[in-house]
């Protein structure tokens, strides 16, 4: 530690209020409107981290971190008995999307936010604010109004929410000047599915198989989230076995996606040859999954206590003659890629993400690092085995599309690096602890942390006494990788805009929920 780190101001210093003793792993404080606020400025000076924002009726949460050492995390909340609350995005704009949301499903309303059109709700639900604590009748359809963009030249593309291809539905606003972009604006909240109000009353069974389903993508780490939180808030360990497992498939699916995620991009940049071999090896990557754990995606394969299916020697075989295959093959692709003169020409300098965005969102995945943001949560906070596993956490500073690529390609060789090493050393040992089904005697709250293969995915949640749901809350790391999108895009030309939007990759379903 140096002489100025040991004089840097504690940022949690004054946040005082009652401690919430069934919280856990990090602490839960209630806190007053000007503790709350008090927070927020120190979010927009950057001594806190954003981690998360989220309600229930007449109180909001807010998850926050050192930004100078993310291992320290603090959940504040404040209550806003005439549903108000001083806005975080008032200052922080981070914040502003999760508050609007919050608002859309709560009708709790931050004090001084900018923006508070709808987000989440576009009048199509039949009811407003369908988690408050008073329900009211559905706000009437109304035109969205996007931000205006003046200029002699300037020009609108409306792009979505329906796409081409199979992507998910999003609504884009390009205004342009000529070929040039000068805004992005995104409307999102197609995918909303009301997971949060599902998850109201569920049972822990079948409130793990809706935390899968929030991304299919990344139902692994959703799978991973929720059932830590769940043994967080439970005092559950799950046995050593069960946690290898649940890295070997984490992993697996972190491959898979960055295969798939390379050669689209390279599709995108009219590299079509990349896509198809990239698709190939993702493919091989899903055969052995179903094979070893029954399902392609290994959904519903991780629940609290444990996991549901082990592995045998013969799979942990295929499974290290996968990696060896891959290696060897994703190995010719990146030369492909790397000696591609017209493909460097469409990634090189395109969409770059400044790192002081990066870092004022606190960008994680491939986004953030690829913008000089050393992120990992399999780090920081860190959990079970990767204390035990050697791997590196690449970390670029252009933060173009270029970047993004070359990060997934280095996670694409740590992942296999970590796959051979949770297979050669798997432990022996039982899958699931044996008060993984036992109900819970008493409410208790728990908080978790997981490193999907987009980044940071949080699951916070309130089991009541019978052992159900009382209030659970997930966030995708999209929340705060979309919003830089629209920076990135700006000062490029339309045609980029795919290229670019693939090499963010932002889940549209994670968001959404």
Not at 122 to 148: C, I, M, S, T
Request: aromatic content about 8%; some cysteine.
């Amino acid at each position: 530690m140096t002489m100025s780190d040991q004089l840097l101001p504690d940022p949690f210093d004054r946040l005082n209020g009652r401690i919430v003793a069934e919280h856990g792993p990090w602490p839960r404080i209630e806190v007053q409107a000007d503790i709350w606020a008090e927070a927020a400025d120190r979010l927009s000076r950057e001594t806190l981290t954003l981690l998360a924002l989220w309600g229930e009726p007449q109180i909001v949460h807010m998850a926050i971190a050192d930004a100078n050492d993310p291992n320290r995390i603090l959940v504040l909340s404040t209550s806003c008995p005439d549903g108000r609350y001083p806005s975080v995005g008032r200052v922080h704009p981070p914040a502003i999307r999760l508050e609007r949301a919050v608002a859309d499903l709560f009708a709790l309303v931050p004090v001084g936010l900018p923006d508070t059109r709808p987000w989440l709700d576009h009048g199509k639900w039949g009811v407003q604010a369908p988690l408050a604590a008073q329900r009211n009748d559905a706000r009437p359809a109304e035109e969205y109004g996007f931000l205006p963009v003046e200029g002699e030249n300037i020009h609108e593309l409306p792009v979505g929410p329906v796409h081409a291809g199979i992507i998910e539905p999003g609504h884009f606003r390009i205004s342009a000047d000529g070929e040039t972009v000068v805004r992005l604006e995104e409307r999102l909240g197609y995918t909303h599915k009301g997971i949060e109000s599902l998850l109201q009353g569920a049972d822990l069974e079948r409130a793990a198989r809706l935390a899968c389903r929030c991304s299919g993508d990344s139902t692994v780490a959703y799978g991973l989230a929720f059932a830590r939180a769940v043994e967080a808030a439970l005092g559950w360990i799950p046995p050593t076995r069960a946690a290898w497992l649940r890295a070997l498939m984490a992993e697996l699916e972190r491959l898979a996606n960055h295969l798939g995620d390379v050669g689209a991009i390279c599709n995108d940049g009219g590299f079509a040859i990349m896509l198809a071999h990239c698709s190939a090896l993702r493919e091989q990557v899903l055969r052995e999954a179903g094979a070893c754990f029954g399902h392609r995606l290994m959904m519903d394969c991780i629940v609290p206590g444990g996991v549901v299916g082990d592995i045998d020697p013969a799979g942990a075989a295929r499974i290290a003659a996968l990696t060896a295959d891959i290696r060897r093959r994703f190995q010719r692709l990146v030369e492909l890629y790397d000696s591609t003169a017209s493909m460097q020409d469409r990634t090189v300098g395109t969409g770059v993400l400044r790192r002081a965005f990066a870092g004022q969102f606190a960008a994680g995945g491939f986004v953030g690092r690829a913008s000089g943001r050393k992120c990992d949560a399999r780090r920081w906070p860190g959990y079970a085995p990767y204390d035990e596993l050697e791997f590196d956490i690449p970390v670029l500073q252009e933060g173009d599309v270029n970047a993004r690529l070359w990060i997934r390609v280095r996670e694409v060789e740590q992942s296999i690096r970590l796959i051979e090493q949770i297979v050669a050393k798997l432990p022996d040992g039982p899958i699931r602890t044996e008060n993984g089904s036992s109900p819970a005697n008493a409410a208790s709250e728990g908080m978790a942390i997981v490193e999907g293969f987009r980044g940071d995915i949080l699951a916070w949640i309130r089991i009541g006494a019978t052992g159900r749901i009382e209030r659970c809350h997930l966030r995708d790391p999209s929340w705060f990788q979309w919003p830089l999108l629209e920076a990135a895009i700006e000062n490029n030309i339309v045609a980029d805009f795919p290229i670019c939007n693939k090499s963010f990759n932002c889940s549209y379903s994670g968001h959404d929920l």
